[in-house]
């Protein structure tokens, strides 16, 4: 039995007056929790290893075990709550980090029905909701230092680096053709026209079907660097340069080569059945001079008429990298 300082989770009771040592939840377990004691003639258990699965309890045929959670505990409180002193344990045990992905593993709520967008920071609250409606819309991009004003008091727009305009303050993640379906994608580019927001590519390119969608799509350049071209670059109502994300801060993708059909392999141009590789870095990118030559060179090739965006995770060195890249006079986005 491994030592460590991690509580288990559950506890594997056997009841001994009904184990015939038969050896099945030994057999069926894939976590080898059960294992046989030949000097003893019995059944041992290393519950620390059980998830809790119960499928030795369902085949265990005299009824003899019962998993149940494990009572110990931490010294616990207010601010440190079992389950977080027990994955700093396992983090420490492990050195791995706790990646989960698709959802929350929080009790938090998950659907676009319970999101509320507390619009009080960014304007002015209503003080009569029901007669005055809040304003959403929001630009993004670069805006002068100081207000001008035309002369009719009207504020000056004109010559304005590019900007963004979301009637709401949501943006769509990023997930790339390939990885998602064509219909997924399809989907997405509608919503973001009825809403008047934005979806971004990801990674894969753009399918020509969804060419028509170009108002409302950020544009991706990934270090893979699939489907990436000046027609491309053109259609996209901004370029995003993806250097991390939060679902995977750190680590580049893998497409199988099963996923790339006759269309995934004509928009990410790769041979159809090859697995689609992005690296973890951009391997022209090693400094905040080389980000600046691609962010050049993107706004180079699309007449400095696209808001070009830089994507970081929000690492603990997020704040000089985001300085980095703003210093430059380059919008930036932290996800
Ligand atoms: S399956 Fe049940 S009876 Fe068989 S060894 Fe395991 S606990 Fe004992
Ligand atoms: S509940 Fe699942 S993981 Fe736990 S001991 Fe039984 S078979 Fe193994």
């Given amino acids: 039995m491994a030592i460590n300082y991690k509580i288990p989770e559950y506890d594997v009771l056997r009841d001994p007056q009904r184990c015939i040592a038969c050896r099945v939840c030994e057999r069926q377990c894939a976590n080898e929790v059960h294992a046989f004691d ?6 041992r258990s290393d519950e620390s290893k059980c998830v809790n699965c119960h499928r030795c309890v369902t085949l265990c045929p005299t009824h003899a075990l019962k998993i149940v959670k494990n009572p110990d505990t931490f ?9 977080d002193i027990g994955e700093i344990y396992a983090q420490a045990d492990t050195g791995g980090m706790l990646l989960s992905s698709m959802g929350n593993p929080k009790p938090y709520p998950i659907y676009w029905d319970k999101m509320l967008i507390n619009a009080s920071q960014v304007t002015n609250p209503s003080i009569d909701p029901l007669r ?30 590019p900007q963004l305009k979301l009637e709401v303050p949501i943006l769509f993640s990023a997930m790339s053709y390939g990885s998602i379906s064509y219909n997924a994608h399809a989907s997405l580019a509608r919503a973001a026209r009825e809403l008047g927001t934005y979806y971004n590519t ?42 991390g994300q939060g679902a995977k801060p750190g680590i580049g993708g893998h497409l199988p080569g099963a996923k790339i ?31 600046r030559q691609l962010v050049f ?3 180079e090739a699309t007449e400095y ?6 994507k970081i995770a929000a690492v603990h060195n997020v704040a000089a990298i985001a300085s980095g890249i703003a210093a430059q006079r380059r919008g930036y986005h932290c996800h």
Avoid: C
């Fill in 38 to 43: 030949p000097e003893s003639g019995t059944m």
């Fill in 75 to 83: 010294r616990l409180s207010a601010y440190w709550k079992q389950s």
């Fill in 132 to 161: 005055e409606p809040m304003e959403t819309r929001t630009f993004l991009g670069k805006k002068p230092g100081r207000i001008e004003r035309n002369a009719d008091g009207s504020i000056k727009t004109a010559g304005l680096p």
């Fill in 202 to 243: 990801g990674e894969g390119g753009l399918h020509e079907d969804f060419y028509e969608y170009g108002p409302n799509t950020i544009v991706q350049v990934a270090s893979g660097r699939f489907g990436v071209h000046p027609d491309y670059l053109k259609t996209g109502a901004a370029i995003e340069i993806k250097i």
């Fill in 261 to 291: 059909t006759d269309a995934v392999s004509r928009t990410r141009m790769i041979p159809k059945g090859t697995d689609a590789i992005s690296p973890a870095p951009h391997h022209d990118i090693y400094s905040i001079e080389d980000l």
């Fill in 297 to 299: 060179s993107l706004k």
């Fill in 305 to 310: 008429q696209k808001p070009v965006i830089v």
